[in-house]
């Protein structure tokens, strides 16, 4: 969801390959680096609320639990294939509309000033009002939430 920030990255790298001096490679190249470190971190943070992330991330890993062996219940706890395969149906059909509800969020989110910690924050606190609104948001978080204990079933 950060695609226009990375693509700002890209550039001044770019940039720097092609024009770089000898007095670029202290303060000026650092900076960058910490950029780049900065919204490494940021979009860490931004990945529970990326639903079409979520779906990408967990299909493989649901689809092998779909192919192995049910794991023996622990106390009732199994999580069935039905579960698995209904919360992949969800997470696959309602994850674009899940980045739809959040629009507006996903462009706060891609003009924050990482330094500005307060203006980060508010951009989380944005983004999970709007997820606490969306429907398709609340639904594939559960779903996500099933197949992750399903998978964790697997490699318990």
């Known amino acids: 969801m950060l695609a226009d920030r990375w693509n700002s990255v890209a550039a001044g790298v770019q940039y720097y390959v092609t024009s770089a001096t000898a007095k670029d490679c202290g303060d000026t190249l650092s900076n960058q680096r910490l950029s780049i470190n900065a ?74 000033d990482l330094a500005d910690v307060a203006a980060v924050n508010k951009a989380l606190s944005d983004l999970t009002l709007l997820g606490d609104h969306s429907a398709a948001y609340q639904q594939c978080r559960a779903a996500v939430a099933t197949i992750r204990k399903a998978i964790s079933q697997l490699i318990g």
């Open 39 to 112: 919204l490494i971190d940021f979009g860490n943070g931004l990945q529970a609320f990326d639903m079409e992330y979520q779906r990408d991330q967990l299909a493989g890993p649901a689809h092998a639990y779909l192919d192995s062996p049910l794991p023996s219940p622990h106390e009732g706890r199994a999580v069935t294939r039905k579960a698995v395969e209904r919360a992949l149906a969800i997470l696959t059909a309602d994850a674009a509309g899940a980045t739809a509800d959040m629009a507006p969020g996903w462009a706060e989110a891609n003009s924050v």
